[in-house]
């Protein structure tokens, strides 16, 4: 690949819009905080205690799952924006 077509590829909106697609379902797949009720119908024993680690753990989940969403909804809007502007 030489330099000119490296930089037409950067400019592509179809290349942004994949590439903000496949890493934001990625983060989602690997980051998204589980349901909050259990498929298999487990009750989980509540203590009076919270987990420091856990709750940093969770607001990590949760800051990188909205990342994921957004890059998603990045993706949909360069798509929208390329097919409104071709018509």
């Known amino acids: 690949m030489n330099y000119l077509n490296i930089c037409n590829l950067l400019l592509n909106v179809d290349f942004w819009s994949a590439l903000f697609g496949f890493i934001g379902t990625v983060l989602i797949f690997f980051f998204g905080l589980p ?30 799952s909205f990342i994921g969403i957004s ?11 390329k097919i409104l502007s071709i018509s």
Do not use: T, W
Not at 72 to 79: E, H, R
């Open 71 to 81: 890059l998603l909804a990045m993706s949909f809007l360069l798509q929208l924006i």
């Open 35 to 64: 349901p909050k009720v259990d498929l298999d119908g487990h009750i989980n024993l509540i203590l009076e205690q919270e987990d420091e680690k856990e709750k940093r753990k969770g607001r990590k989940y949760k800051i990188i």
